[in-house]
């Protein structure tokens, strides 16, 4: 009896060194601009080429600028990461996405849409939000810049095999409450270690109820609680999201395809490591108040006072606070906000379009608010034209902006502002993170759609009564 990760960890292990450490084949290696360089250079300095480079994929995403992608880049470190990797990958043979090409995007948005990710694959990219396509029945997890160039040279990688944990979310959620807000909900019960040393497997019905792009979602935040990463075994709604994309099998090769991937399950008397068990209908929509995605309450919840926390928590409770402004026993509701920002590999796919725009649809943007809007890619900017959204956008006084990772981890041109507040549904609410001296509230489309009509942290479910889930 074996777990979803046992079996596809077993069947791309090469070799078992005496120690432990396994020889593992890697399916698929996404390379983008920040984290390559330098094993591309060290391939070139040991005379290499990448072994297979047809599992290679190559495109920028954290240094592009969200306007005028079609003019030089300002900053010359950002221009030179991006020319660098264009020369590499035109000089190793890779298959490369650059600015404006038609599969440009967020490198965690584009290879799920391609069907470049598939169930049963192992894949790794250098970025930890590379856990994002165990969504699809997949091993995933970010590396290191000289696991790259291992990866490059030989396909493979040494690895410890991580210990397993199944989290199940049983019941429905509520009405209001994204996948997101889910998400939020079980690191804040875990804490951003709870998880460290574990692969994690989400089961339940809250879990297979939601759609493709909510599970990219949830596996997306897995490190934020310490996981190496996480997955969710291949069903309908995985195969159903597949059929047809670019890269996905057709014809015969599909429908083996789809037989070997309903074997891919964790088998019923199969044993975790940990097992940990949430319900959705305890869930409300979510927010931060701190510096790290741990720091989470409902939304309507007040902020812990500090006699709730820990004894050996407290200073860095305290600073935490400190740094955002807010004091303990504080309401989250009613608190002002400059910025919005829709996006990034946790929250740029078109279901976030969807359930922001359900929001925002008849009314329009809070006076004083700055609200970056910015897709995954440019499918998913094809998606927003074609379905009206960019309509009811406009209407309410939003301008979309161009693909790229934006304000998540501002390497760009999108940065908040010292002191001022922003809500953003990307995955870390770091000191600095969105720009120096930046505040950070994560949260939900849904959310964030809220506070970009309000100018303040409100709850969504009373601006609307019909949501998209």
């Known amino acids: 009896m074996k777990t979803l990760f046992e079996k596809i960890w077993e069947k791309h292990v090469v070799d078992t060194l005496p120690d432990g450490t396994v020889q593992l084949y890697i399916d698929r290696l996404y390379c983008h601009e920040v984290t390559s360089p330098q094993a591309f250079a060290g391939l070139r300095s ?16 954290h240094n592009i600028p969200t306007l005028e992608q079609d003019k030089p880049i300002e900053d010359p470190v950002s221009q030179n990461q991006v020319d660098t990797l264009e020369r590499n990958a035109v000089d190793f043979g890779l298959e490369y996405y650059g600015l404006l090409h038609p599969k440009n995007g967020i490198i965690h948005v584009v290879g799920p849409e391609n069907g470049l990710t598939q169930p049963g694959m192992t894949i790794v990219c250098g970025d930890s939000h590379t856990s994002t396509h165990g969504a699809m029945g997949a091993i995933a997890f970010g590396i290191g810049t000289s696991e790259v160039e291992m990866t490059l040279a030989t396909q493979c990688l040494l ?19 994204t996948a ?36 990219l979602t949830i596996c997306n935040l897995s490190i934020e609680m310490g996981a190496r ?34 074997t891919l399950c964790t088998d019923t008397a199969a044993a975790f490591d940990r097992e940990v068990s949430f319900r959705a209908e305890d869930i409300e929509p979510m927010v931060t108040y701190g510096t790290n995605p741990g720091m989470g309450i409902g939304i309507g919840e007040t902020i812990p006072s500090l006699e709730s926390v820990e004894e050996s928590g ?31 590999c946790t929250n740029g796919r078109i279901e976030d379009f969807r359930a922001f725009a359900s929001v925002v649809k008849g009314r329009t943007k809070a006076v004083g608010v700055t609200v970056w809007l910015v897709p995954g890619s440019w499918q998913v900017v094809r998606q927003i034209h074609t ?24 390497m760009n041109d999108d940065k908040v502002p010292a002191g001022k507040y922003a809500v953003s ?16 509230i994560l949260a939900g489309p849904l ?8 100018g303040k942290i409100s709850d969504p479910r009373m601006l609307i009564s019909k949501f998209p889930n």
């Open 314 to 344: 407290r200073a860095s409770f305290r600073k935490a606070l400190d740094y955002m402004g807010f004091e303990p026993g504080d309401p989250i509701l009613g608190k002002p906000v400059d910025y919005v920002f829709l996006g990034s």
């Open 46 to 61: 040991r005379g290499l080429r990448p072994f297979r480079p047809e599992r290679v994929t190559c495109m920028p995403d």
């Open 229 to 262: 990463g996480g997955m969710i075994a291949p069903d309908e709604v995985t195969f159903d999201y597949l059929k047809n994309r670019e890269f996905s099998p057709k014809g015969d090769d599909w429908n083996k395809a789809v037989t070997y991937w309903r």
């Open 425 to 440: 549904t990307s995955n870390r609410n770091f000191e600095g993170r969105q720009g120096p001296g930046a505040r950070t």
């Open 387 to 410: 379905e009206g959204i960019d309509k009811i956008l406009t209407e309410a006084g939003f301008e979309l902006r161009q693909p790229g990772c934006s304000a998540c981890l501002a």
């Open 180 to 215: 997101k807000d889910m998400a939020l909900y079980i690191i804040r019960r875990m804490t951003t270690g709870g998880a460290t040393g574990y692969f994690v497997e989400y089961a339940g019905e809250a879990i297979r109820s939601a759609n493709m792009d909510e599970r």
């Open 447 to 454: 959310v964030a759609a809220a506070a970009a009509v309000t």
């Open 159 to 177: 690895q410890q095999k991580p210990k397993t944990m199944r989290i199940t979310v049983d019941g429905r959620r509520k009405p209001g409450v």
